[in-house]
């Protein structure tokens, strides 16, 4: 089975429908008519990183660790770096 997820952050369908039904999208139309479509419910703490990394992981925030788009890198130093990819990664042996 092949699966392709499309997000679109921020994205509702209620507001596509009317250009995939004016055929302003399409190509996202036929995706959508031809397979299945659904609404996400977003995680608590609602922000792009923390629901995309939710999604990747199966897991909940308070697992990933990802809450927003910045971290504290040096709590002694007061510092904040933005969050990348390796920050959410969940250890193999930790049940979601």
């Given at each position: 089975?092949?699966?392709?997820?499309?997000?679109?952050?921020?994205?509702?369908?209620?507001?596509?429908?009317?250009?995939?039904l004016?055929?302003?999208?399409?190509?996202?139309k036929?995706?959508?008519?031809?397979?299945?479509?659904?609404?996400?419910?977003?995680?608590?703490l609602?922000?792009?990183?923390?629901?995309w990394?939710?999604?990747?992981?199966g897991?909940?925030?308070?697992?990933?660790?990802?809450?927003?788009?910045?971290?504290?890198?040096?709590?002694?130093?007061?510092?904040?770096?933005?969050?990348?990819?390796s920050?959410?990664?969940?250890?193999?042996?930790?049940?979601?």
């Amino acid at each position: 089975m092949k699966v392709l997820v499309i997000g679109i952050d921020r994205a509702a369908w209620n507001l596509f429908d009317e250009f995939l039904l004016d055929n302003y999208m399409p190509n996202l139309k036929k995706l959508k008519n031809s397979g299945y479509s659904g609404i996400l419910q977003s995680t608590e703490l609602p922000t792009t990183p923390t629901a995309w990394q939710t999604f990747l992981t199966g897991c909940n925030p308070s697992k990933h660790k990802v809450l927003g788009f910045r971290k504290y890198s040096s709590f002694e130093k007061n510092t904040l770096t933005l969050v990348n990819t390796s920050d959410g990664r969940v250890p193999n042996n930790l049940s979601c």
